[in-house]
């Protein structure tokens, strides 16, 4: 038996502000924070005694070379009595030693600066990456993980084993203006 002043509500439209009372109650997603390349470092800090003014470097360090030896090691030293005799012998252990057998080296590079690494300029490095069969992809224009990887692919063979484009780099792809040699006669002014 209804009442016929009674207001019928829709169950579809009851449901829905349910799932909409509790979606509020869940918690959001936490934000990815995407992983950066180390940003350059700016003389006016830390850079090489021979750095210019107003350039910016990277730094590459590679780890020490060690070797691990196992050896024993004096764990109790002998018992002697008074007059010198051995009560009871030394005990040794064997236990592994870490030697360093090339020690850790910090190489220093010459990078474009942050100003410059614009999201066309990294856009032409991920072209110029692909151009040589480093990058796969399109240019994003950000400095993602496989632009760094690409510039990591490309610069090994050169001797620079860093995810930082160097400067001799971006040269080398036609993205920095090449060093012209100093003519030592050119009038000065």
Do not use: H
């Not at 050169?158 to 920095?176: F, K, P, V």
Request: hydrophobic residues 35%; charged residues 20%; contains cysteine.
């Amino acid at each position: 038996m209804t009442r016929p002043n009674a207001k019928r509500r829709p169950l579809g439209a009851i449901l829905a502000c349910g799932v909409l009372a509790l979606s509020a109650c869940v918690p959001t997603a936490p934000e990815v924070q995407k992983r950066t390349a180390p940003l350059p470092i700016v003389t006016t800090l830390e850079a090489p005694p021979s750095a210019t003014p107003g350039s910016c470097w990277g730094k590459e360090t590679t780890p020490p070379e060690t070797r691990t030896v196992i050896e024993p090691v004096l764990v109790q030293p002998a018992q002697l009595s008074a007059s010198g005799e051995v009560i009871s012998p030394p005990i040794y252990r064997r236990a592994p030693q870490e030697y360093v057998v090339k020690p850790a080296v910090q190489r220093w590079f010459e990078t474009p600066c942050p100003a410059e690494m614009t999201p066309e300029y990294i856009s032409s490095v991920q072209r110029a990456l692909a151009a040589r069969g480093f990058y796969q992809g399109g240019p994003s224009g950000e400095m993602d993980t496989r632009t760094r990887r690409a510039i990591r692919k490309y610069q090994a063979p050169q001797g620079l084993d860093s995810e930082t484009l160097s400067l001799a780099a971006a040269r080398t792809l036609g993205l920095a203006p090449a060093l012209l040699p100093q003519d030592e006669t050119a009038p000065e002014g």
